[in-house]
């Protein structure tokens, strides 16, 4: 019997001989990643149980993402505990303000998690990384701390389900809406506990920016990991990164799949995900009058450079609608740069955005754009739950940056058609 | 390992950010996060519920973040076990390593209503709706190794332990 890309990246990681879907396997992991949320916790743990060195400092990572730069006291406590230990134990992949961006972003474009890895990251948008052609998989603290001791960690080999998207999708159809198309169908537990293999002959066309955003919401349908088998478009794009060597797997043609969905990718719209699920998809045309407060186009989902060009082609000449805030957020340092040197923040501040520094911030409801009672957002984030970005009365809308744009200047939930 | 104590019921897919909000992730003291225990869900349950309770959901509990202050403010809260029609697998993984017992039961939820008494034996597999004459319920029992985490108080005390 053959092997799906994710089981055969598994067993790499292992001493046995063979795994199969359910078995419970010990293994080596190339990638242990915390943020100033969870690795406070891990540290603690990691100390209490009598740690004195991580497994191998190269390879633990630490991103002080999601409430910095510092919210508050508690905050800046928080990544003082993370600053001291990556001092402490030097850490290689410690990154400072300046240098930080939002991890989901940042560890690809440092070439710090690769093809072929077995990453484990306490952030349930770990599996980010499977755009690489890696597996990876969000875990909590505890998990963490555990593998920063041994450099291991158990897994139960997941089932792959196989979605193969074909057809040509329309122009302002992007990975993010490909996700959110997919969650509408099998709800956000349609994939509890299995991994996701997209392929197809849209998905081979598709850039990294959009296969990055499309790892990074599996966790949204419950799925344990989300792959891509690796091929040119990822050759190109981490040759110049990485900096260790690396493994393409694929998946032999006679692996077993739980599931074998064919989406055509020339039918889907733009799609919003409407209060509190990424389950509650609505194409465009048929969002009706939804009249917003504010706009928040970055993310690990879609903060990158692809991203903001997109955002920036819309708003270009245009103006935000009165009352409605735009917040754009490059994810990383070197996506602010590229965005300042191709004149696209000229062209979102021309248009009355304001631009924030790398942060995770209002993706979560931490700081920097939260909403008050009532009040309706849409954003290019990943989650829409009661209370997601502020106050539990507030509502978050899920869209693509062209449509996130479009919304700006309308003051109301709109496709880019419509200008 | 028996646990005895009220049902408090919630729907399906409940949320990190239900049973703790980001905007108290900036620390990690469960004292502090059982005080904000499922708010955005019920912002009564901190101030009601008993130690001993259990919760009693819908399929897919603890969906979304991967933030250990979930299982934490929970079980600091005096929730003594959850069952739940089906767990979110990063939630699943926690809670245990917590030390935070969860089973799944796909019956019990239609059959109970909140502020019922039930009876959960972990170690024989069944749940029991006290002072009713429903028929137990079934439930996967905790493995034996799987007990002795949970009593030593969750993974990393558990290895400690064992050195």
């Given at each position: 019997m053959g092997m799906t890309i994710t089981e055969k990246i598994l067993l790499q990681h292992t001493d046995i001989g063979e795994i199969h879907p359910g078995m419970l396997i010990n293994a080596r992991v190339d990638i242990a990643l915390g943020n100033d949320v969870t690795a406070p916790i891990a540290i603690e743990e990691f100390k209490k149980a009598g740690g004195k060195q991580v497994f191998d400092r190269h390879r633990v990572v630490l991103i002080p993402d999601h409430f910095t730069p510092n919210k508050d006291i508690a905050s800046a406590q928080q990544c003082k505990i993370l600053r001291n230990f990556a001092k402490e134990q030097e850490i290689t992949h410690y990154y400072e303000i300046g240098e930080v961006g939002i991890e989901h972003a940042l560890l690809p474009e440092q070439g710090i998690v690769l093809p072929g890895d077995l990453v484990i990251g306490a952030d349930s948008h770990t599996c980010t990384y499977g755009a690489l052609g890696a597996f990876a998989t969000g875990i909590g603290s505890t998990d963490l701390a555990g593998a920063m001791m041994t450099g291991e960690a158990w897994f139960k080999v997941p089932e792959t389900m196989k979605v193969i998207f074909y057809g040509h999708p329309g122009k302002w159809v992007s990975g993010k809406d490909l996700i959110l198309h997919l969650i509408g169908l099998i709800g956000v537990d349609g994939a509890l506990y299995r991994a996701m293999e997209f392929t197809g002959e849209t998905v081979e066309k598709l850039g990294m920016a959009d296969r990055f955003a499309i790892a990074n919401m599996v966790i949204e349908a419950g799925a344990k990991n989300g792959i891509f088998i690796p091929d040119e478009m990822t050759k190109e794009y981490v040759k110049s990164r990485a900096k260790r060597p690396y493994t393409f797997y694929s998946s032999d043609p006679d692996a077993a799949y739980s599931e074998v969905m064919e989406i055509d990718?020339?039918?889907?719209e733009p799609q919003v995900a409407f209060p509190h699920l990424p389950s509650n998809v609505k194409g465009i045309s048929k969002v009706g009058d939804v009249k917003i407060d504010q706009v928040v186009i970055g993310s690990c989902t879609n903060g990158r450079i692809e991203d903001l060009r997109v955002a920036a082609g819309i708003l270009k000449g245009r103006r935000v609608a009165p009352y409605v805030r735009l917040i754009i957020i490059p994810a990383t340092q070197e996506i602010y740069r590229t965005a300042l040197r191709e004149g696209l923040f000229e062209i979102f501040l021309d248009a009355r955005a304001v631009i924030s520094p790398p942060t995770c911030g209002p993706c979560l409801g931490g700081y920097m754009g939260i909403l008050a009672d009532g009040e309706r957002a849409v954003a290019t984030t990943n989650r829409n739950f009661v209370g997601r970005m502020g106050h539990p009365g507030s509502e978050v809308y899920l869209a693509n940056p062209s449509v996130a744009a479009a919304s700006a200047i309308l003051g109301r939930i709109a496709g880019p058609d419509e200008l | 390992m028996k646990f005895k104590g009220r049902v408090w019921k919630f729907g399906d897919n409940i949320d990190t950010d239900a049973i703790i909000p980001a905007r108290y992730l900036n620390t990690s003291a469960p004292e502090i996060l059982a005080i904000h225990c499922m708010e955005d869900a019920d912002p009564g349950f901190a101030k009601k519920v008993k130690r001993g309770d259990i919760i009693v959901a819908g399929k897919n509990f603890g969906c979304g973040s991967s933030r250990e202050h979930a299982p934490i403010a929970i079980k600091a809260a005096g929730v003594s076990c959850i069952i739940a029609k089906s767990f979110a697998r990063i939630f699943y993984r926690n809670a245990f390593n917590m030390g935070l017992p969860i089973f799944e039961c796909l019956d019990l939820w239609e059959r109970v209503s909140e502020g019922e008494r039930i009876e959960v034996d972990g170690e024989a597999g069944f749940i029991v709706v006290m002072n009713s004459n429903t028929e137990p319920f079934r439930i996967h029992p905790i493995p034996p190794f799987m007990q002795e985490l949970i009593r030593d108080g969750g993974l990393m005390k558990h290895l400690s332990k064992k050195g």
């Open positions: 990718a020339g039918k889907i | -």
